[in-house]
């Protein structure tokens, strides 16, 4: 019993006594809270309209005693002019205005056998329109069972969602693929780079190069590039995997009445983006690597991070988009932003570029960072 005290306390002492695996077991919960309590904070916030919004209604024939019950709602009614149904419909699918309204048959002195209705065209792409449709078919549904005669009706058939079936299927595919995409991408470097790195620190070969005639930072760019090299073929096949996928997703769509064409100029955009991204992955990665004992604690440093790119990946499955490009600067973020406007048909060459020269141009001062590391003895031989 004694004995197994001895190695027990041994083990504790070595273990809470080494900073690098205590931080290994604090950062995780660390993280896991900042992440989820600011996305539990922040995502409601992004999805929910700004109490401030008007609403932009078109409401044709309403009758005037059914007005007072929308007061409560932010609505400006626009002036249809001399515009048809049609026109009126367009300015939804436009995002011009949130709704139409079409009052059909007498509200007031009802006495046939076929009930007046109600039409409702929202637009469920635009979060303020689909809000708005949801909020005024409930204050309809209140004035109809406030009502004994007559009594009108809200059919579900008659609530017409105009956001085109192109858009509907980028919201769908926008909405899960970012996230795949970002974690695969990483999966493929942590398989790679802390067994090169890490893993010759822990056998000792690591020693042999650092004592060759080649300069430090000749190896710290040349692991870089072989890693990436090796992990854009990662790359690659997720990228052909996502170009497959799609035609099979559009057949199985279009059995549901949805179409979907997505342009040479995307998978472009969609490619530069996994290139620039993996050559962030691999900078990260190498950093932790160079910085680690063995590979297990440079797994387990970048489980961090890990938890950062799949919490940062689930923001496109809130249909959350980035609108100002200053925020494509943001490493990660702007990746699984950018991912989800290009599936979205919603991506500007702009925030692709900032996507793309941002993460360049963090991988270049990572590895400047790795060159200073590899130059270490401390670092280098763990002394």
């Known amino acids: 019993m004694k004995g197994i005290l001895t190695i027990i306390k041994k083990e504790l002492k070595r273990f809470f006594t080494d900073k690098r ?10 993280i896991i809270f900042v992440l989820y309590y600011a996305m539990g904070t922040f995502i409601p916030k992004l999805a929910e309209v700004d109490q401030d919004y008007t609403y932009k209604v078109y409401a044709i024939n ?5 007005k ?7 609505i400006e009614y626009l002036n249809p002019d001399d515009k048809s149904i049609d026109d009126l419909k367009d300015d939804v699918k436009n995002e011009e205005a949130d709704l139409v309204v079409i009052y059909n048959g007498d509200f007031i002195g009802f006495t046939g056998e076929t009930k007046p ?3 409702v065209f929202y637009n469920s792409v635009k979060k303020e329109s689909a809000s708005v449709s949801q909020i005024y078919t409930q204050v309809l549904t209140q004035i109809e069972g406030s009502l004994n005669e007559p009594v009108f009706e809200i059919k579900a058939g008659l609530s017409h969602d105009l956001a085109s079936e192109k858009e509907k299927t980028g919201m769908i595919i926008s909405s899960l ?3 795949l995409l970002v974690v695969m991408l990483f999966s493929g470097c942590m398989a790679i780079v802390p067994e090169s790195i890490a893993g010759e620190k822990e056998r000792g070969t690591i020693a042999t190069l650092l004592v060759t005639p080649l300069k430090r930072t000749s190896l710290a760019v040349g692991k870089i590039v072989s890693l990436s090299i090796v992990s854009l073929c990662s790359a690659l096949s997720t990228f052909i995997g996502l170009a497959l996928s799609i035609p099979k997703l559009m057949q199985m769509n279009q059995a549901m009445g949805l179409t979907l064409s997505y342009t040479p100029i995307d998978y472009l955009y969609i490619i530069l983006i996994l290139i620039s991204t993996v050559l962030l992955f691999v900078a990260i990665l190498s950093l932790i690597s160079a910085y680690s004992k063995s590979i297990k604690e440079a797994t387990s440093y970048a ?5 950062i790119v799949v919490a940062v990946g689930m923001l496109s499955m809130f249909g959350i988009t980035a ?3 200053a925020l494509f600067m943001i490493p990660f973020y702007n990746v699984a932003m950018c991912l989800t406007g290009i599936l979205s048909f919603e991506a500007t060459g702009i925030s692709v570029l900032i996507t793309v020269l941002s993460n360049l141009v963090y991988s270049v001062l990572l590895g400047f960072a790795l060159s200073k590391m590899f130059n270490s003895e401390r670092i280098m031989f763990n002394s």
């Open 21 to 30: 695996m205590l931080a290994s077991l604090i950062m995780p919960g660390i």
């Open 62 to 66: 309403e009758p005037e005693s059914f």
């Open 68 to 74: 007072a019950a929308f007061n409560n709602i932010n």
């Open 117 to 119: 209705n109600v039409e």
């Open 177 to 179: 693929l970012p996230y």
């Open 303 to 307: 489980s961090p991070v890990m938890i």
């Open 323 to 325: 609108k100002n490009d």
